[in-house]
Nanobody, 121 residues
Framework: QVQLVESGGGLVQAGGSLRLSCAAS????????MGWYRQAPGKQRELVAI???????NYAESVKGRFTISRDNAKNTVCLQMNSLKPEDTAVYFC???????????????WGQGTQVTVSS
């Protein structure tokens, strides 16, 4: 089984920073894209940032210039550095990764359990 475990959420004042980390473990043959999504109360889950296996990145317009996604392929980890946080960034943040668990298997998406980020004004 594959697990994604997030850490680093918490409470921060507007303008502050947080760093989220996500570690993948288990039966992993290969990892394609990795990314972060978020879901605020009463809203749909939305993409925050994704990074390909080669390091190409894509960000939601609302976080461009403030958030930076990175990954360590050797450690199967992905991080999200969040700077200049705003109250509207408050949400549960979920790690997502696209895995191949065996050479002959299928690429599948896995999700972490989520970590709360709260930005106070």
């Amino acid at each position: 089984q594959v697990q994604l475990v997030e850490s680093g959420g918490g409470l921060v004042q507007a303008g502050g920073s947080l760093r989220l980390s996500c570690a993948a473990s288990g039966s992993i043959f290969s990892i394609n894209r990795m990314g972060w999504y978020r879901q605020a109360p009463g809203k749909q889950r939305e993409l925050v940032a994704i990074i390909s296996s080669s390091g190409s990145t894509n960000y939601a317009e609302s976080v461009k210039g403030r958030f930076t996604i990175s990954r360590d392929n050797a450690k199967n980890t992905v991080c999200l550095q969040m700077n200049s946080l705003k109250p509207e960034d408050t949400a549960v943040y979920f790690c997502n990764a696209n895995f191949l668990t065996t050479p002959s298997g299928y690429w599948s998406d896995y999700w972490g359990q989520g970590t709360q980020v709260t930005v106070s004004s």
